[in-house]
């Protein structure tokens, strides 16, 4: 956590209730991404975010300091995700998983390789969005927020040897929706 965290928490204990803006401004991207990795539906993860927050701001007095701020606000965002699930008892896959906004392209050079690299994130994102909402979850945490395994385990309720084993399984299971997926992509332009 940073010191800085922890003055927004103290402020908003004392009662100012404005200080909690810039908590949520901090973490509310990722807050989404995340909820939108597990439950793959923009509304439904915009409503499980807004939860969140309430959630972390009605029990912004129960956290401790025990672990980082942001494994405590990505546990939040996780357990509720996770009750929303079991409401809905269905994943609902018709949306995509980024959408990414448009960059200045200054030359041809550049933009194919801009392109080139959208499609490589959008083919692994459409590749993570396939899987079940723990794996997409963990990958996320784990690979584009750079957590610790120690992290990682204290936000999703698990030790930091089955944070391994289930990383593991989770990297098998991508391995193989990735080669499922872009082989015929590969196949197709050779043809």
């Known amino acids: 956590m940073t010191t800085n965290d922890q003055h927004y ?3 908003v204990l004392d009662g100012d209730a404005n200080a909690f803006t810039s908590l949520v401004n901090r973490y509310k991207n990722m807050v ?7 439950l793959k539906n923009r509304e439904e993860a915009e409503e499980v975010a807004q939860d969140t927050f309430i959630k972390m701001y009605k029990s912004l007095n129960k956290f ?3 672990s ?3 494994t405590w606000v990505y546990r939040i965002a996780y357990n509720t995700s996770l009750d929303r699930l079991k409401k809905n008892k269905k994943y609902i896959n018709n949306v995509a998983i980024d959408e990414y906004t448009e960059q200045h392209i200054k030359t041809l050079g550049n933009a194919l390789d801009i392109i080139e690299n959208k499609e490589k994130q959008q083919a692994i994102q459409r590749c993570i969005s396939l899987l079940s909402a723990d794996d ?3 990958l996320t945490l784990y690979y584009f927020e750079e957590q610790t395994l120690e992290e990682i385990s204290v936000a999703m309720g698990l030790t930091p040897n089955n944070v391994k084993v289930k990383l593991f399984r989770s990297r098998k299971r991508l391995a193989k929706i990735l080669q499922n997926q872009l ?7 050779y043809e």
């Open 9 to 11: 928490i103290n402020l």
């Open 32 to 38: 989404f991404t995340l909820t939108l990795r597990m």
């Open 64 to 66: 401790k300091g025990d």
């Open 68 to 70: 980082k701020f942001s």
């Open 136 to 138: 997409s979850f963990l």
């Open 183 to 189: 082989e015929p992509e590969i196949i197709e332009q």
